[in-house]
């Protein structure tokens, strides 16, 4: 089972337009299909069925929904959403710095 950085930390992201996604890791894939581009993943997929525009739903209501339940339950499968595995299982990620810099 992949172990989200985001959820363990319970952060969110909320982009530019409004969208709440699961981390900013996701955020770029979520952007070019704003821009046009069709989707490529699973999340890709996912993010173009279903609506997570806060100017539409709630916080709550958006977490509740099949984005990002679609999103964990892709955990538990042979396909789970590749940035995840990628980011958050493999651990391919840049490093959270909460200490300032001197």
């Not at 996701?26 to 490529?40: H, I, R, S, T, V």
């Not at 999103?71 to 590749?82: A, H, K, L, Q, R």
Request: proline share 5%.
């Amino acid at each position: 089972m992949i172990k989200c950085k985001y959820g363990t930390e319970n952060r969110l992201f909320i982009n530019h337009l409004g969208e709440l996604i699961p981390c900013c890791f996701l955020n770029a894939e979520a952007l070019n299909m704003g821009a046009g581009q069709p989707p490529k993943t699973l999340f890709g997929e996912l993010n173009t069925k279903y609506d997570n525009s806060l100017h539409n739903q709630t916080i709550q209501e958006i977490l509740d929904g099949p984005l990002f339940n679609g999103i964990i339950d892709s955990w538990e499968t042979d396909n789970p959403v590749e940035k995840c595995y990628k980011t958050c299982d493999k651990k391919d990620r840049d490093v959270f710095v909460d200490d300032r810099l001197k």
